[in-house]
C-alpha cells in the first residue's frame, strides 16, 4: 500500500511537471548549484551553474554566463537554502534579475520539487512576456 501512495505521488509530480514545463526547450535558468540538473535534463532546459563541484565560478564562467543570460532574456535567478549565495547575488546584480530561493533538501520532498518546478515554469514563462 505505501507502494502504491509513493508511486502515486510520483506520477503526480511527473505529471505536474510535464504540465509546467513543456514548451521550454532550449530556455535557460541559472541556479547557484547544479541541484536540478536530473529536472532540467529532462524538459530539455539548460541550468547554468554558478558553483561546480563546490567551488564557487570562476570569473570567466560568470562572465560566459551573463552574456548567455542575456541573450536568452533571463530575468530569475534561483538560490539554494544549502548553499551560500554570494555568487548568486552577484549574477543576480550584473543581470538585473530577481531572486528565488528553492531548497532542494526540504523534508517533503514532493513540495519542493513542485514548488521548484512552478518556480521555473513562473521564470520562463515572465522571460518568454
Same mark, same amino acid.
Given at each position: 500500500?505505501?507502494?502504491?501512495?509513493?508511486?502515486?505521488?510520483?506520477?503526480? *509530480?511527473?505529471?505536474?511537471?510535464?504540465?509546467? *514545463?513543456?514548451?521550454?526547450?532550449?530556455?535557460?535558468?541559472?541556479?547557484?548549484?547544479?541541484?536540478?540538473?536530473? *529536472?532540467?535534463?529532462?524538459?530539455?532546459?539548460?541550468?547554468?551553474?554558478?558553483?561546480?563541484?563546490?567551488?564557487?565560478?570562476?570569473?570567466?564562467?560568470?562572465?560566459?554566463?551573463?552574456?548567455?543570460?542575456?541573450?536568452?532574456?533571463?530575468?530569475?535567478?534561483?538560490?539554494?537554502?544549502?548553499?551560500?549565495?554570494?555568487?548568486?547575488?552577484?549574477?543576480?546584480?550584473? *543581470?538585473?534579475?530577481?531572486?528565488?530561493?528553492?531548497?532542494?533538501?526540504?523534508?517533503?520532498?514532493?513540495?519542493?520539487?513542485?514548488?521548484?518546478?512552478?518556480?521555473?515554469?513562473?521564470?520562463?514563462?515572465?522571460?518568454?512576456?
Amino acid at each position: 500500500a505505501r507502494f502504491h501512495a509513493l508511486q502515486a505521488k510520483c506520477d503526480a *509530480l511527473i505529471a505536474y511537471a510535464d504540465a509546467q *514545463l513543456e514548451g521550454y526547450q532550449g530556455k535557460v535558468v541559472i541556479i547557484a548549484h547544479a541541484a536540478y540538473g536530473y *529536472l532540467c535534463h529532462e524538459y530539455g532546459i539548460q541550468q547554468l551553474s554558478v558553483e561546480s563541484g563546490g567551488k564557487e565560478a570562476t570569473v570567466r564562467s560568470v562572465e560566459n554566463m551573463v552574456k548567455e543570460a542575456k541573450r536568452m532574456g533571463v530575468k530569475t535567478v534561483f538560490s539554494l537554502a544549502q548553499y551560500p549565495k554570494k555568487g548568486i547575488e552577484r549574477v543576480a546584480t550584473i *543581470l538585473g534579475a530577481k531572486i528565488v530561493q528553492l531548497n532542494a533538501y526540504q523534508a517533503d520532498y514532493f513540495a519542493g520539487e513542485a514548488y521548484a518546478v512552478r518556480a521555473f515554469h513562473d521564470a520562463l514563462e515572465e522571460e518568454r512576456e
